[in-house]
């Protein structure tokens, strides 16, 4: 009886000894690298310069992971899960909800978004202005308070700004005087938009 009783505690360290072992391993085969690109429309380049957020859901005190892409795409190691990404270029912005472990590395984020470029002439076939201009880019829709909201900004004469697909209004200002034109982006289309200051 006292040799049975010393064989097993010797088994005892050597089972705890392989649990250990196998916990590291199993932890890694958890984490995978997963690729993340963002598009403007389907079948579209990859972006460069695209930010991603990633979020893993349903954990209280998940933490946010960031990155950026590198010639067109994103690598991140995440952990089996379902995570929520949020993917941002230019003014536009879009997530998708990914699954990670037992399912694709990679995943697209489409934005839905075009671009466009704002030019200020004075008056029909003269040249572009290219001082002291300053750009707004406004809602089309008012809100309850009949105010349009601000999208985005620039104080260059020729800015270029990626929007999601929709109508908006541009407002150029030269000193006192100031005008609006109406505008157009398309998914996946870049439009150059010449206004004429009166």
Do not use: C
Request: hydrophobic share 45%; glycine share 8%; net charge positive.
């Amino acid at each position: 009886m006292p040799f049975m009783l010393l064989k097993a505690s010797l088994r005892m360290p050597v089972v705890a000894l392989a649990l250990l072992l196998a916990a590291p391993a199993a932890l890694a085969q958890e984490v995978q690298n997963v690729s993340l690109t963002a598009v403007v429309t389907p079948g579209a380049k990859p972006l460069p310069d695209a930010l991603f957020t990633v979020t893993k859901l349903g954990a209280a005190d998940a933490a946010r992971v960031e990155a950026k892409s590198v010639e067109g795409a994103a690598v991140v190691k995440l952990a089996a899960g379902r995570y929520r990404v949020v993917a941002r270029y230019g003014h536009s912005r879009a997530e998708k909800e990914i699954q990670v472990g037992g399912g694709p590395a990679s995943h697209e984020v489409n934005l839905n978004a075009g671009s466009v470029v704002m030019r200020l002439i004075q008056h029909v076939g003269g040249p572009v202005l290219r001082q002291n201009v300053a750009w707004r880019i406004l809602t089309f829709g008012r809100d309850a308070q009949g105010q349009r909201q601000l999208i985005a900004s620039s104080g260059e004469a020729q800015p270029k700004f990626t929007l999601p697909e929709g109508f908006y209004v541009a407002q150029a200002t030269m000193g006192t005087r100031k005008v609006r034109h109406t505008i157009e982006v398309d998914s996946g289309m870049s439009y150059k938009y010449t206004v004429i200051l009166q």
